[in-house]
C-alpha cells in the first residue's frame, strides 16, 4: 500500500483517480442508425445525424441504454431512473455537431464500488463516482499529408461509458489493478470488449501528490492513455514531475497533458487551452431518458456471473488457492476452460496444470486461451490418465506438449509412443535388482548412512525404466530392497 | 444578476467571439458591446421573478423519450455524405492541419 | 387565376377534373414569374421539378388516385431540407447546400402528392420579424399603405411563406414558428397561419434554430386551407425524439364545429401599454364575434406572460449557438479556406453569418458560458415553466384565448432596424405560446387606418388544435375578411 515518492523533502504520496472511456458493445451508433462496429471503409459508417447535417436529430439506441444499465449493476452503483443529455459545445474538426451529447448534471448510473486485488494479496475497495453514456467523436489522422489533416466519421457517434472513479488509488499498481479489473467485469458483461490496442477502451489519468495527511493538491489530467502498462508509466513519471515542482517552490498548474511513451514524459496539451468553456446544457433534441425498475431488474436477473463471485466459488467448490483463483477469473474464456476442466476431476490439479503447464505452452505457441489447439475436454483426458496412473507426471508433460503441438489427444499421444506407466511390479523389481548390481559402492554407501542416496536410485531406475515406471511401486522397490 | 444594460466589457465580447468562432473587426467589438449590452439589459428584468422552488423546464411535450432498437439502418452512403464537402481527399474530408 | 382559388377549391376542381394540375401548376409558376422579381418571395423556384410532379399528379388523378394533396402547387419556406434541391435558411453559409435527404414534414406532403414550386425566404437561420435578415435580400410585403407605396415588411422570419401565399403566387406554404415567425406575418400579409403544438410536426430536416421552440405549420388563404396542409404536415415520426405519438385529428372537420359553449379566455396582461387603440378595437371586435356566435368571454391572467419575450431571448440563443456550431466549413457550406483549423472556423463563421445570426450566437454563447449560466440561462427556464404553469391553469378554465397576434400592422423596411430590441418587441404576444408549446393560429380580422391587415390570435390546449381551428373558423366566418393585397395576381394587379 505505501507506495511513496522519496523527495529531497521527505516522502510524497500519490493520489490518482481514472476517467475510462469504454466503447460500449451495440449494433448500431448511440444515436444514429448507422453502424458502430469497429473498421470500416472511412465514412462507410456515417449517417446523416452522425455528420452533423443540418436538421438531422438523435433518437436514442436502447441497447445502448440497457449495456450501461448492465455494466453499472456490475459495478455493484446505483442506476438512476431518471437521467438526461446535455450538450458539452467545443470546436473540432472530428466533432461534426460542434457539440457531445454527454450526461453532465445527471448520469444514468450514480456512486458505486470496484474491488481490486493487488499482488500482496491485500483487497482495496475503489469507489466509483458515476458512469454516463455519451457520444465518441470521429477520427482526424494528421500524418496522410504535409498540409492536411483527414477526417473519418465512422467513430463519431459512437456509444461510450465514462466511468469515473474516486481519487482512491494510492499507486501505479492500484491504477493498474483497477483498470484491469475494470477491464474484465465489463468483458465478463459483454459491455465492452475492453480491446485498449483499437480504442475501445482508452484512460484519462489525474494524478496528484501531497505529504502524508494533507488535502489534495493540484491534479494534472493526462489524456487518452491507451494501455494498461501506459497508465502505470504515465502515472509515475507524471508524479515524479509534480514532486520536483512542488519541491523547486514552484506550483504546479492543472492542466491536461499528454503521455509521450517514447520519452517517458508527460507534456502539456496547450492547443486544449482555449476550449475550457464548455457550455454544458441540456440538449433541447432530446426528452429525458425514463427507465423502469422493473426493466433494470430484469437486466440484473441475467446479467452473468463476475469475477469476484465467480473467483469465491471456485475457492469453496474447487479448493484452489486465491491467487489460483484470482488468474483463472481475469478472462470468462480462462475460467470456462477452468469449469469444463475441473468438473469431475480433481480441481487443484486441474488449475495446477492449467495454470502451469498448459499456459506455458500456450505462451510458448504465441496463443491465447480462445484459439488454444486443445480444448479443455482434451486437457481432461490427460488429467484423468494421471488420475488412473495410466501415465506419471513426468510422462504427462510431454504428452502435453505433443498435444499442444498436434492438437491429438493425450490417450492417442502415450499409445503412439508407448509411454503408459510401468505398473507391473516384476518389471520394476527386475529394474531396481539390475541397478542395484551395478552400482555396488553406492550401494554401500547408502548402507554405511548416507540416505541421501535413495534419490539417486529412484532416478537410476526411472532412466532404466524410459520414464515410465509408477514413482510410487518404484519407490516402494527400493525401500523393500535396501 | 451579472450587470447592468451598461455596454460589455469587450474582453468579454472578443471572449464569447473566440468560444464561438466567429472572427470580429475591431468595429463589430465596440458595435456588439452597445447591442449585446442592451439586450442584456433588458432581459435583467426577469431579476424581479421570484422563482425559488421552481424547477428549470427544459422540454415541452412528452415525458421521455422512447428507445430506439438496436438495429443498422443507416450509413453505407459516402459519396452521399460528402457530396457537399468544401475540400475533400478520396473518402475523406480534409481541414488545414492539426497540430496536437 | 390563381387568386381564385383557395387550396380547397383548388382540390375540388382538380378531382373534378375541371382544371389539370399542368395549368394549375403553370399557372403559379407564371404568377412567381411576374410577382417574384418585386416581391423576392423565393429563394429557389423549381419549375421543371413542379412541372413533372403536376404530371404525375395529373395521371394519379386520372387513375383516381388523388391523395389529400395530389396535383396542388405549395412552397416550402427555406428551412426544410429537400432532397436534391438546394436549402439554404437564407444564410451565405449555407448556400452551396444540396440535402441528400428530405425533411419528414416535406416528405408527408409529397406523400399527399402536393406540387412544389420552390424554396421561400425567411430571415437567416429563422431569425427575425420583417424577413429583412436573409443573406438573399429582403422579401417585400404584397400589401402596401393606401397612401403610400413605400415597401413594407412581410413579418418574419416566414416572410417569404406569408408574401406568396397572400400574392398568389403559391396556393398554401409551410413555415416554421419559433416565437412567432409564422402567425406574425400571417397578420402582417392578411392571410391564416398555425404553429401547432409542439411535438405535432416532425422536426427531421428542418434546419434547427431554437429546438425546444421550433414548431412547423401552414400558411394559408383560409382556416380550412391551414387545416388541410396541416392535416398532411402532422404526425408522429420516431426519427425525433420530441415528435409525440398521437393521432393526426381532422382538422377540417374541427374548424366546422363552432364556438357554441366554448369558453373563451381574454389574457389582461396582453393589454400591453401604448397598444394602438385601432388593436385595441379589432380584439373587442373579436370577442364580440365569438360572443354572438354563442361562445362565454372570460376575463383570465397570465401573471408571467410578460417576461415571456426575456426569457425567449435567453433561451432561444443559448440553443441556437449550439445548434449553429455545426456550420464549420468542414463538411457541407461555407468554407474560407485558412491556413489553420481555427483561422478557418472564425473566417468562415464570420463570413457566413449575418448580423442578427451573430449577435444571437453571440448572446447564446454569453448566457451559456461559466459564470453567467445560473443567472441568465437557469433562470431563464425556471421562468419558462412558470409560463407554462399559466396557460396550463388558465386552460382547466377557458377553452382558448384570444388577443391581437402583433402589436402593430406591417411596417415599413428599415423601421425598427436600429435597436434589436425594438424589433424583438414584434413578437411580444406570439411568444408566450411558443414558451408554453401551445398551438396559436393568426386569423385575419380587419384592415387599420392605413388598409393594412390585422390578426388575431387564437392559443388553445396542447394537442388541441382542433379547438383553435374551431375559433379561428369562428372568427373568419365574422370577419368577412376579404381584402386583398395591392401586390398581386389577377385583377388590379
Ligand atoms: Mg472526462
Ligand atoms: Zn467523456
Known amino acids: 500500500m505505501s507506495y511513496i515518492i522519496e523527495g529531497r523533502t521527505g516522502p510524497w504520496e500519490l493520489v490518482i483517480g481514472l476517467e475510462v472511456h469504454a466503447q460500449v458493445v451495440s449494433n448500431a451508433k448511440l444515436f444514429s442508425g448507422a453502424s458502430a462496429t469497429y473498421g470500416g471503409e472511412p465514412n462507410a459508417q456515417v449517417s446523416f445525424i452522425d455528420a452533423g447535417f443540418p436538421g438531422m436529430l438523435p433518437v436514442i439506441n436502447g441497447e445502448c441504454v440497457a449495456q450501461a444499465v448492465r455494466t453499472g449493476l456490475g459495478l455493484n452503483a446505483e442506476i438512476n431512473l431518471v437521467s438526461r443529455f446535455d450538450r458539452k459545445n467545443y470546436f473540432y474538426a472530428d466533432l461534426p455537431q460542434g457539440y457531445q451529447i454527454s450526461q453532465f448534471a445527471h448520469p444514468i448510473v450514480g456512486k458505486g464500488i470496484v474491488d481490486i486485488e493487488l499482488e500482496s494479496g491485500e483487497v482495496r475497495h475503489i469507489g466509483v463516482t458515476r458512469l454516463h453514456l455519451e457520444q465518441d467523436a470521429g477520427k482526424s489522422m494528421h500524418d496522410q499529408h504535409p498540409a492536411e489533416s483527414f477526417i473519418d466519421l465512422n467513430r463519431a457517434g459512437v456509444a461510450l461509458m465514462e466511468i469515473v472513479s474516486e481519487p482512491d488509488m494510492r499507486s501505479p499498481e492500484e491504477a493498474g489493478a483497477y483498470l484491469r479489473k475494470l477491464r474484465t467485469i465489463l468483458r465478463y458483461l459483454g459491455t465492452c470488449d475492453g480491446n485498449m490496442e483499437e480504442g475501445s477502451m482508452r484512460a484519462d489519468v489525474n494524478v496528484s501528490v501531497r505529504k502524508a495527511g494533507e488535502e489534495f493538491r493540484t491534479r494534472c489530467e493526462i489524456k487518452n492513455v491507451n494501455s494498461v502498462r501506459f497508465v502505470m508509466q504515465a502515472i509515475e513519471v507524471e508524479a515524479r514531475r509534480q514532486v520536483e515542482i512542488w519541491e523547486s517552490g514552484a506550483s504546479v498548474d492543472q492542466e491536461t497533458r499528454l503521455y509521450d511513451p517514447a520519452r517517458s514524459e508527460t507534456r502539456s496539451m496547450r492547443s486544449k487551452e482555449d476550449a475550457h468553456d464548455y457550455r454544458y446544457f441540456p440538449d433541447p433534441d432530446l426528452l429525458p431518458l425514463v427507465i423502469e425498475q422493473a426493466w433494470v431488474d430484469q437486466l440484473a436477473a441475467m446479467l452473468p456471473e463476475l469475477p469476484d463471485a465467480k473467483k469465491a466459488r471456485f475457492i469453496s467448490d474447487y479448493g484452489i488457492p486465491a491467487y489460483d483463483a484470482r488468474v483463472l477469473v481475469m478472462e470468462q474464456a480462462s475460467a470456462d476452460f477452468y469449469e469444463t476442466l475441473a468438473k469431475g476431476r480433481d480441481g487443484k490439479a486441474a488449475s495446477n496444470w492449467m495454470l502451469g503447464d498448459f499456459f506455458a505452452g500456450l505462451n510458448r505457441l504465441g496463443k491465447g486461451i480462445e484459439t488454444s489447439p486443445i480444448s479443455a475436454a482434451t486437457l481432461g483426458g490427460l488429467l484423468d490418465l494421471i488420475a488412473d496412473a495410466t501415465i506419471n507426471g513426468k510422462i504427462a508433460k510431454e504428452v502435453l506438449e505433443a498435444m499442444m503441438e498436434t492438437g491429438e489427444s493425450a490417450a492417442a499421444i502415450v499409445e503412439a509412443k508407448g509411454l503408459k506407466q510401468v505398473t507391473d511390479t516384476g518389471a520394476i523389481d527386475a529394474a531396481v535388482d539390475a541397478v542395484l548390481a551395478a552400482n555396488p559402492d553406492k550401494l554401500a554407501e547408502y548402507k554405511s548412512g548416507k540416505e541421501k542416496l535413495f534419490g539417486f536410485f529412484v532416478g537410476q531406475v526411472m532412466k532404466a525404466m524410459a520414464g515410465k515406471g509408477n514413482p510410487a511401486l518404484v519407490n516402494e522397490a527400493i525401500k523393500r530392497k535396501l | 444578476m451579472a450587470s447592468s444594460s451598461s455596454p460589455l466589457d469587450p474582453a468579454v465580447v472578443r471572449r464569447i467571439a473566440r468560444l464561438a468562432r466567429i472572427r470580429l473587426a475591431d468595429e463589430d467589438v465596440a458595435q456588439l458591446q452597445t447591442e449585446l449590452g442592451s439586450i442584456i439589459g433588458w432581459i435583467e428584468q426577469l431579476d424581479e421573478v421570484d422563482v425559488s422552488g421552481v424547477d428549470p423546464l427544459a422540454n415541452i411535450g412528452a415525458a421521455s423519450m422512447t428507445l430506439r432498437d438496436d438495429v443498422v439502418t443507416d450509413g453505407d452512403q459516402v459519396d452521399a455524405v460528402l457530396a457537399n464537402a468544401p475540400a475533400r481527399s478520396g473518402p475523406f474530408f480534409t481541414v488545414p492541419k492539426v497540430v496536437e | ?493
Open chain 3, 1 to 493: 387565376m390563381t387568386l381564385e382559388f383557395t387550396l380547397a377549391s383548388a382540390r375540388d376542381a382538380l378531382r373534378s377534373r375541371r382544371i389539370s394540375s399542368r395549368e394549375l401548376t403553370q399557372a403559379h409558376l407564371a404568377s412567381i414569374a411576374a410577382l417574384d422579381p418585386k416581391l423576392h418571395a423565393f429563394i429557389t423556384v423549381t419549375p421543371d421539378l413542379a412541372l413533372a410532379q403536376a404530371d404525375a399528379a395529373d395521371a394519379a388523378l386520372g387513375r383516381g388516385e388523388a391523395g389529400p394533396l395530389t396535383g396542388l402547387p405549395v412552397a416550402i419556406k427555406d428551412v426544410f431540407c429537400t432532397k436534391g434541391v438546394k436549402t439554404t435558411a437564407a444564410s451565405k453559409i449555407l448556400e452551396p447546400f444540396v440535402p441528400p435527404y428530405e425533411s419528414t414534414v416535406t416528405s408527408n406532403m409529397l406523400r399527399d402528392g402536393a406540387v412544389f414550386l420552390g424554396k421561400l425566404n425567411l430571415d437567416e437561420f429563422a431569425m427575425g420579424s420583417a424577413t429583412t435578415n436573409s443573406a438573399f435580400g429582403a422579401t417585400i410585403n404584397p400589401w402596401q399603405r393606401q397612401d403610400s407605396d413605400v415597401a413594407l415588411v412581410p413579418g418574419g422570419s416566414s416572410g417569404g411563406s406569408a408574401a406568396a401565399v397572400a400574392s398568389g403566387m403559391a396556393l398554401a406554404a409551410t413555415g416554421t414558428d419559433t416565437g412567432g415567425s409564422i402567425r406574425q406575418p400571417a397578420s402582417y400579409c392578411g392571410i391564416v397561419g398555425i404553429k401547432p403544438t409542439y411535438g405535432r410536426c416532425s422536426r427531421y430536416g428542418i434546419v434547427a434554430f431554437a429546438s425546444s421552440l421550433d414548431q412547423a405549420g401552414p400558411f394559408g388563404r383560409t382556416v380550412e386551407d391551414t387545416a388541410i396542409l396541416l392535416g398532411s404536415m402532422a404526425g408522429h415520426d420516431p426519427k425525433d425524439s420530441t415528435s409525440v405519438p398521437r393521432a393526426v385529428p381532422d382538422f377540417v372537420a374541427a374548424a366546422k364545429r363552432g364556438v357554441k359553449g366554448l369558453k373563451i379566455g381574454v389574457p389582461r396582461e396582453y393589454r400591453a401599454e401604448g397598444m394602438p387603440a385601432e388593436i385595441e378595437a379589432l380584439w373587442a371586435q373579436g370577442l364580440d364575434w365569438l360572443r354572438q356566435q354563442g361562445a362565454e368571454i372570460v376575463d383570465v391572467s397570465l401573471p408571467h406572460t410578460k417576461y415571456g419575450l426575456a426569457t425567449y431571448y435567453i433561451v432561444a440563443p443559448a440553443e441556437a449557438s449550439s445548434n449553429l456550431a455545426r456550420y464549420d466549413g468542414v463538411r457541407y457550406g461555407l468554407r474560407v479556406p485558412a491556413n489553420d483549423l481555427k483561422d478557418l472556423y472564425e473566417e468562415t463563421r464570420a463570413a457566413g453569418f449575418g448580423k442578427e445570426v451573430r449577435r444571437r450566437i453571440l448572446m447564446g454563447t454569453y448566457v451559456l458560458s461559466a459564470g453567467y449560466y445560473d443567472a441568465y440561462y437557469l433562470k431563464a427556464q425556471k421562468v419558462r415553466a412558470l409560463i407554462l404553469k399559466d396557460f396550463t391553469e388558465v386552460f382547466t378554465k377557458v377553452d382558448a384565448l384570444l388577443t391581437p397576434t402583433a402589436p402593430s400592422a406591417a411596417f415599413a423596411i428599415g423601421e425598427n432596424a436600429d435597436d434589436p430590441v425594438k424589433m424583438y418587441l414584434n413578437d411580444i404576444f406570439t411568444v408566450p405560446a411558443s414558451m408554453a408549446g401551445v398551438p396559436g393560429m393568426s386569423v385575419p380580422a380587419g384592415l387599420d387606418a392605413h388598409g393594412l391587415p390585422l390578426g388575431l390570435q387564437v392559443l388553445g390546449r396542447h394537442f388541441d388544435e382542433e379547438t383553435v381551428f374551431a375559433v379561428g373558423a369562428a372568427l373568419e366566418k365574422a370577419a368577412g375578411f376579404t381584402g386583398l393585397p395591392q401586390i398581386r395576381m389577377g385583377e388590379g394587379a
